[in-house]
T-cell receptor, first 112, second 113 residues
Framework: QKEVEQDPGPLSVPEGAIVSLNCTYSNSAFQYFMWYRQYSRKGPELLMYTYSSGNKEDGRFTAQVDKSSKYISLFIRDSQPSDSATYLCAVTGGTSYGKLTFGQGTILTVHP | GAVVSQHPSRVICKSGTSVKIECRSLDFQATTMFWYRQFPKQSLMLMATSNEGSKATYEQGVEKDKFLINHASLTLSTLTVTSAHPEDSSFYIC?????????FGPGTRLTVL
């Protein structure tokens, strides 16, 4: 079983749609949860960072963590064509603190 | 913001040659840098953790004699792919840690013919 599972998609939505991206993780020692956005042939950039269960909002982005079910989500409201990218969840914590374990990444396309 | 650069951005080489990739933190000092490998449409796989002034720590299954890492200063880490073969063709990405956050470089596309 992979430590982090993420549906690779691809996901295609119309502009303005609400996008839901999800990951599950297996190790309860993971305490920190991140979402990265990666454009084609570029390095990932950090979108959201959380460490507790619940919701965290930043503009059109909301990160949600449910530690009891080991489930993390990223919601994008009013999606834009510029949001088209690969979204990667990442976790760290416990004895692996500082090292990031990434999900497979979900390819998102927002069409006008 | 914290900026990480990589050089070169793209390299094509013949099988059997060695290739060096540089990772620099431009506006901060990083005691720890990480090297990742990413195959097309796949996730980033951590290869090694590079600490300034000490030997790198390699992840299980990564050949340390194949992928030489040197972290000579607080702003520079290098990855050398020795005797490269076509199966080493990949996208190599480094990251540097600053204030508990990892900042990623733009990546280096290596193609071995």
């Amino acid at each position: 079983q992979k430590e982090v599972e993420q549906d690779p998609g691809p996901l295609s939505v119309p502009e303005g749609a609400i996008v839901s991206l999800n990951c599950t993780y297996s190790n309860s020692a993971f305490q920190y949860f991140m979402w990265y956005r990666q454009y084609s042939r570029k390095g990932p950039e950090l979108l959201m960072y959380t460490y507790s269960s619940g919701n965290k909002e930043d503009g059109r982005f909301t990160a949600q963590v449910d530690k009891s079910s080991k489930y993390i989500s990223l919601f994008i409201r009013d999606s834009q064509p510029s949001d088209s990218a690969t979204y990667l969840c990442a976790v760290t914590g416990g004895t692996s603190y500082g090292k990031l374990t990434f999900g497979q990444g979900t390819i998102l396309t927002v069409h006008p | 913001g914290a900026v990480v650069s990589q050089h070169p951005s793209r390299v094509i080489c013949k099988s059997g040659t060695s290739v060096k990739i540089e990772c620099r933190s431009l506006d901060f000092q990083a005691t720890t840098m990480f090297w990742y490998r990413q195959f097309p449409k796949q996730s980033l796989m951590l290869m090694a953790t590079s600490n300034e002034g000490s030997k790198a720590t390699y992840e299980q299954g990564v050949e340390k004699d194949k992928f030489l890492i040197n972290h000579a200063s607080l702003t520079l880490s290098t990855l050398t792919v020795t005797s490269a073969h076509p199966e080493d063709s990949s996208f190599y990405i480094c990251s540097a840690t600053w204030v508990n956050e990892q900042f990623f470089g733009p990546g280096t596309r290596l193609t071995v013919l």
